[in-house]
């Protein structure tokens, strides 16, 4: 079916790539459970050999999704080993993947008796840690004073739409943009032992924007060195707004009245420059980091005070 240049997204969903049907006119593409088709002498067909490579709903469904990712073409794969395997092969020797060691075995032994051949690297993270790691950290915002009674808490990894939001946000955002943002460049300079030539450190602006605008927020509570990811988003969002229609409204910064707390080095506060306090860290992890870049004093009132609000903080804790 064609569709106009001002067709909106909802439109394009349902009837984009999609050919009426020719022995009924159906505008939209049945579902062809056929596997084999018809061929006039070998080789000669319609375009359809065989179902396990080609199906005319198939290719309504890769019609459809390339559409609406604005791209030249889609590929839909039968199974997540066909799409694993055509994903990889566009790696090369040398480059290194992070998957899970809970992995799906058909797709470990793909890794390990295959493509290891080929120079791939792979690394198995433990994700066994991961649920209690999300109880300690609701304890530590409740901790730090965040009230459930007047804020939500959720976890963010199952709500779909974050993710999703920031694939649709992706196909839209020039890469220059994120190229510019100051933190990128920062990091890579202060950082230069980590392998920070990833999309998901270059994009993690673009799943910042994502997490703001799903719940279409008006003002977002940042502190200055975030200003700049937030222009970023106004950004992207004028910019999916001209494509699709006024979807998300532009959210500004919200500041404190400390806006820049600066990590204990000096620099800006960041975990991957090791200069934080964690809110889970132990009483003596805590007095360690202080005295060594402060040089407080072991003794004296400013010492029994540290040790009073650490009691306070971990009492909260349990």
Same mark, same amino acid.
């Given at each position: 079916?064609?569709?106009?240049?001002?067709?909106?997204?909802?439109?394009?969903?349902?009837?984009?790539?999609?050919?009426?049907?020719?022995?009924?006119?159906?505008?939209?593409?049945?579902?062809?459970?056929?596997?084999?088709?018809?061929?006039?002498?070998?080789?000669?067909?319609?375009?359809?050999?065989?179902? %396990?490579?080609?199906?005319? $709903?198939?290719? @309504?469904?890769?019609?459809? *999704? /390339? +559409?609406?990712?604005?791209?030249?073409?889609?590929?839909?794969?039968?199974?997540?080993?066909?799409?694993?395997?055509?994903?990889?092969?566009?790696?090369?020797?040398?480059?290194?993947?992070?998957?899970?060691?809970?992995?799906?075995?058909?797709?470990?032994?793909?890794?390990?008796?295959?493509?290891?051949?080929?120079?791939?690297?792979?690394?198995?993270?433990?994700?066994? %840690?991961?649920?209690?790691? $999300?109880?300690? @950290?609701?304890?530590?915002? *409740? /901790? +730090?004073?965040?009230?459930?009674?007047?804020?939500?808490?959720?976890?963010?990894?199952?709500?779909?739409?974050?993710?999703?939001?920031?694939?649709?946000?992706?196909?839209?955002?020039?890469?220059?943009?994120?190229?510019?943002?100051?933190?990128?460049?920062?990091?890579?300079?202060?950082?230069?032992?980590?392998?920070?030539?990833?999309?998901?450190?270059?994009?993690?602006?673009?799943?910042?924007?994502?997490?703001?605008?799903?719940?279409?927020?008006?003002?977002?509570?940042?502190?200055?060195?975030?200003?700049?990811?937030?222009?970023?988003?106004?950004?992207?969002?004028?910019?999916?707004?001209?494509?699709?229609?006024?979807?998300?409204?532009?959210?500004?910064?919200?500041?404190?009245?400390?806006?820049?707390?600066?990590?204990?080095?000096?620099?800006?506060?960041?975990?991957?420059?090791?200069?934080?306090?964690?809110?889970?860290?132990?009483?003596?992890?805590?007095?360690?980091?202080?005295?060594?870049?402060?040089?407080?004093?072991?003794?004296?009132?400013?010492?029994?005070?540290?040790?009073?609000?650490?009691?306070?903080?971990?009492?909260?804790?349990?």
């Amino acid at each position: 079916m064609r569709l106009g240049a001002r067709a909106r997204f909802n439109t394009i969903c349902i009837h984009a790539g999609q050919i009426p049907d020719p022995s009924t006119g159906a505008v939209i593409t049945p579902i062809y459970q056929t596997s084999t088709y018809v061929q006039d002498a070998l080789g000669q067909h319609k375009g359809y050999e065989y179902g %396990r490579t080609q199906n005319p $709903t198939r290719s @309504a469904f890769e019609a459809n *999704i /390339a +559409a609406m990712e604005h791209g030249a073409a889609a590929f839909g794969f039968a199974s997540g080993m066909a799409a694993t395997n055509a994903v990889l092969t566009l790696l090369k020797a040398g480059d290194h993947v992070v998957v899970t060691d809970n992995t799906y075995g058909g797709t470990y032994r793909l890794f390990e008796q295959i493509l290891r051949k080929y120079e791939l690297h792979f690394t198995y993270a433990d994700t066994s %840690r991961v649920r209690q790691a $999300t109880f300690d @950290a609701t304890a530590d915002l *409740i /901790a +730090a004073g965040i009230d459930p009674q007047r804020s939500v808490l959720f976890l963010q990894s199952e709500v779909k739409e974050h993710a999703e939001l920031h694939l649709l946000l992706s196909m839209v955002t020039p890469l220059p943009w994120l190229e510019r943002v100051p933190t990128f460049k920062d990091q890579q300079e202060q950082l230069q032992e980590k392998d920070l030539n990833t999309y998901g450190f270059l994009g993690y602006p673009l799943l910042q924007t994502a997490d703001i605008i799903v719940y279409r927020a008006n003002f977002v509570p940042v502190g200055e060195d975030q200003a700049s990811h937030l222009e970023l988003s106004r950004e992207i969002v004028r910019r999916f707004n001209n494509f699709y229609g006024d979807v998300f409204p532009e959210p500004q910064p919200l500041f404190t009245a400390t806006p820049k707390v600066p990590g204990l080095d000096g620099r800006k506060m960041s975990k991957s420059y090791g200069n934080t306090i964690g809110l889970t860290a132990s009483a003596d992890e805590v007095r360690a980091a202080i005295y060594q870049d402060f040089e407080i004093p072991r003794a004296g009132h400013l010492r029994r005070m540290l040790d009073r609000d650490l009691q306070r903080h971990h009492a909260l804790r349990q």
